[in-house]
């Protein structure tokens, strides 16, 4: 079974940086897609940052050139470097994974609704 832990939110200024990471476990190999969900409130989920089962990387526009996502393999961790934060990053953040060995592309996963998540940590951005 697999259990996602998400870490590192918190609340900044516009412009500031914060860094999620998100360890997986029940993984038995690298073959598995993973990626980064939000919610803000009143609004759906929406996948903004994943990797795909080949290690293809996906950003939402809304935060292209701003956040980068990586993945230590080793350590099943995956990490979500947020830079230049705005008023409207503020949501719950998510880690998002599907079975091992299911075979994703990274938009297709950011796409989609994973079967596997984590418990969200809260990020704010306000002055």
């Known amino acids: 079974q697999v259990h996602l832990v998400e870490s590192g939110g918190g609340s900044v200024q516009p412009g500031g940086s914060l860094r999620l990471s998100c360890t997986a476990s029940?993984?038995?190999?690298?073959?598995?897609?993973i990626g980064w969900f939000r919610q803000a409130p009143g609004t759906e989920r929406e996948g903004i940052s994943c990797?795909?089962?080949?290690?293809?990387?996906f950003y939402a526009d809304s935060v292209k050139d701003r956040f980068t996502i990586s993945k230590e393999n080793g350590e099943n961790t995956v990490y979500l470097e947020m830079d230049r934060l705005r008023p409207e990053d503020t949501a719950v953040y998510y880690c998002?994974?599907?079975?091992?060995?299911?075979?994703?592309?990274?938009?297709?996963?950011?796409?989609?609704?994973?079967?596997?998540w984590g418990q969200g940590t809260q990020v704010i951005v306000s002055a």
């Open positions: 990797i795909g089962t080949s290690g293809s990387t």
């Open positions: 998002g994974a599907d079975e091992e060995g299911v075979w994703y592309t990274a938009m297709g996963l950011c796409h989609s609704h994973p079967g596997s």
């Open positions: 029940g993984f038995t190999s690298d073959n598995y897609a």
